[in-house]
């Protein structure tokens, strides 16, 4: 069983910025998608960006974003830690959502769909003030 524990997240203005943190435990892998979603009241758990690592690089590194994050948010990966991150730039009200990251060893996947995934993070509140 993966356990994943989230951190990060708060309250900052319009143009900040914030960093999401995603740390796995528990049965480890050395090859693995972490995503990140997101859902704001009201709204359905949106995908907001993935990245894949293996042991083949060939088939690591590759990361997926929504288009409305593209050039503002970057994803990574640190394998010692066994942690995810979500660097969130320039950051806009409409970004306010609670985020989840989650993980799936299932590389076959782009990890854009959440039904993708095996484990999930407990979410952490993301608000943007105009």
């Known amino acids: 069983q993966v356990q994943l524990v989230q951190s990060g997240g708060g309250l900052v203005q319009a143009g900040g910025s914030l960093r999401l943190s995603c740390t796995a435990s528990?049965?480890?892998?050395?090859?693995?998608?972490m995503g990140w979603f997101r859902q704001a009241p009201g709204k359905e758990r949106e995908f907001v960006a993935s990245?894949?690592?293996?042991?083949?690089?060939?088939?690591?590194?590759?990361?997926y974003y929504v288009d409305s994050v593209k050039g503002r948010f970057t994803i990574s990966r640190d394998i010692a830690k066994n942690t995810g991150y979500l660097q969130m730039n320039n950051l806009k009200p409409e970004d306010t959502a609670v985020y989840y990251c989650?993980?799936?060893?299932?590389?076959?996947?782009?990890?854009?769909?959440?039904?993708?995934?095996?484990?999930w993070g407990q979410g952490t509140q993301v608000t943007i003030s105009a």
């Open positions: 990245i894949k690592w293996s042991m083949m690089p060939w088939n690591s590194g590759s990361t």
């Open positions: 528990g049965r480890a892998s050395s090859s693995a998608i």
């Open positions: 989650a993980a799936t060893t299932n590389l076959r996947s782009t990890g854009t769909s959440a039904s993708a995934y095996d484990y």
